[in-house]
């Protein structure tokens, strides 16, 4: 089936610690997408990529890294830096950038 | 500054009724517009488009309007189901930026049988 994974679910990262968010798609998409959501606050976009090797960053990317080393891969990092990280973080894709995405299922980070 | 507004938080209908759900939007260069819906630990789903030369799109129950005049899109569910229960996003792109959907706050549905 095609889509789009994001892995894991649910994760648990301590204060000061980095953790990395997987993304893989297999729709063939060129564009790939992270947002995330906090109550009341809607998406809010983290960090896009419109091709291989590229990205920009979006509105909330202070405390983010991303890679694009490859098509189907867009895995995001959540740094010590970022000082709110507990929230459910979304990974999309999109045939070309601006085009309709589609999401995968979300990976809820709690900081404890 | 938001550039798409859903301003109303939430919306309660009674089963068979018509689900109305608004948005609004500041950038003139906006030409296509979506509507996603969203159950709770889920990722959004698309629903329906409109691009910026259409005032109106259906799609069985959902049919979404755009006046450009008042920069204003909803959308419409009828009748409305149970299932329907769920937050609604509005999105839009300016195509020319080159840039990812801009996403409004969200209006959660409430359909009651």
């Known amino acids: 089936d095609g889509g789009i994974t994001q892995s894991p679910k649910y994760l648990f990262r301590k204060e000061g610690q980095n953790v990395t968010l997987s993304c893989e798609q297999n729709l063939n998409h060129d564009a790939m997408y992270w947002y995330r959501q906090d109550p009341g606050q809607g998406l809010r976009l983290i960090y896009y990529?419109?091709?291989?090797?590229?990205?920009q960053k979006g509105d909330i990317a202070e405390g983010y890294s991303v890679s694009r080393e490859k098509k189907e891969s867009f895995p995001l990092t959540v740094t010590s830096a970022q000082k709110n990280p507990t929230a459910f973080y979304l990974c999309?894709?999109?045939?070309?950038?601006?085009?309709?995405?589609?999401f995968g299922e979300g990976s809820w980070l709690t900081v404890v | 500054d938001q550039q798409v507004k859903q301003n109303s938080p939430s919306l309660s209908v009674q089963e068979g009724r018509i689900s109305i759900l608004n948005c609004d939007y500041t950038?003139?260069?906006?030409?296509?517009f979506l509507w996603y819906k969203k159950y709770p630990a889920e990722g959004p789903t698309f629903l329906i488009s409109?691009?910026?030369?259409?005032d109106k799109n259906e799609d069985g129950r959902f049919t979404v309007f755009l006046n450009k005049s008042a920069k204003h899109l909803s959308l419409h569910i009828v009748p409305s189901q149970p299932g329907d229960s769920a937050v609604y996003f509005c999105?839009?792109?300016?195509?020319?930026?080159?840039?990812?959907?801009?996403f409004g706050k969200g209006t959660t549905l409430s359909v009651s049988s």
């Open positions: 990529s419109q091709i291989v090797n590229d990205f």
């Open positions: 999105a839009a792109r300016a195509y020319q930026a080159g840039t990812a959907l801009i």
């Open positions: 999309a894709s999109s045939v070309t950038s601006g085009n309709t995405i589609y």
């Open positions: 409109i691009s910026s030369i259409k």
């Open positions: 950038n003139s260069m906006f030409d296509y």
